[in-house]
T-cell receptor, first 112, second 117 residues
Framework: EPEVTQTPSHQVTQMGQEVILRCVPI?????FYWYRQILGQKVEFLVS????????KSEIFDDQFSVERPDGSNFTLKIRSTKLEDSAMYFC??????????FGPGTRLTVT | AQTVTQSQPEMSVQEAETVTLSCTYD???????LFWYKQPPSRQMILVIR??????QNATENRFSVNFQKAAKSFSLKISDSQLGDTAMYFC??????????????FGKGTKLTVNP
């Protein structure tokens, strides 16, 4: 069964450094998303992406964040200058035509 | 504002018994989608079940079923014949903005379910 994959599973970085989180959505899906979950809290929407552009973004998704689909398979989230409060689990998701969003296993980002 | 409320932070059930997790939501939209996701200790988000608001029939997926009450804006999840592997955090989610990729999921705070042997 096809699934969303994410790399790395765990990323440790120092405050102020840039990180790139990678995702490979399910191959026939056209809509992609990033969510984050701070430990012990609910999952929060960051951004949606379709047809090579951002469709919607939340207040969290400020100028420090960017997304890109550099080729036909990868979907990346970049954080330019990480802050301590960016420490969270980051989930990539892609969806079917019937609006079911399938999540990847997540990347745990730790900013020190 | 679109919100999802899960009023039970924690629940427990004995193996093989039935448990119901509650969820209410607030929206002014007439057509939308509702979901339940399961998050085991691995923290992976797993889609359990989906319900379209325009469908009166409640969705079912094997041991999982929902009780969707549109007028009351209620969307509860029933797990029958509970298994130890059902132990997880369960999130109710509501999808808003269903237009060509601009939609997003709004999640509740979750209910931690423990299935006891």
């Amino acid at each position: 069964e096809p699934e969303v994959t994410q790399t790395p599973s765990h990323q440790v970085t120092q405050m102020g450094q840039e990180v790139i989180l990678r995702c490979v959505p399910i191959s026939n899906h056209l809509y992609f998303y990033w969510y984050r979950q701070i430990l012990g809290q609910k999952v929060e929407f960051l951004v949606s992406f379709y047809n090579n552009e951002i469709s919607e973004k939340s207040e969290i998704f400020d100028d420090q964040f960017s997304v890109e689909r550099p080729d036909g398979s990868n979907f990346t989230l970049k954080i330019r200058s990480t802050k301590l409060e960016d420490s969270a689990m980051y989930f990539c998701a892609s969806r079917t035509d019937t609006y079911e969003q399938y999540f990847g296993p997540g990347t745990r980002l730790t900013v020190t | 504002a679109q919100t999802v409320t899960q009023s039970q932070p924690e629940m427990s059930v004995q193996e093989a018994e039935t448990v119901t997790l509650s969820c209410t939501y607030d929206t002014s939209e007439s057509n939308y989608y509702l979901f339940w996701y399961k998050q085991p200790p691995s923290r992976q988000m797993i889609l359990v079940i989906r319900q379209e608001a325009y469908k009166q029939q409640n969705a079912t997926e094997n041991r999982f079923s929902v009780n969707f009450q549109k007028a009351a804006k209620s969307f509860s999840l029933k797990i029958s014949d509970s298994q130890l592997g059902d132990t997880a955090m369960y999130f109710c989610a509501f999808m808003i903005g269903a237009q060509g990729g601009s939609e997003k999921l709004v999640f509740g705070k979750g209910t931690k379910l423990t299935v006891n042997p």
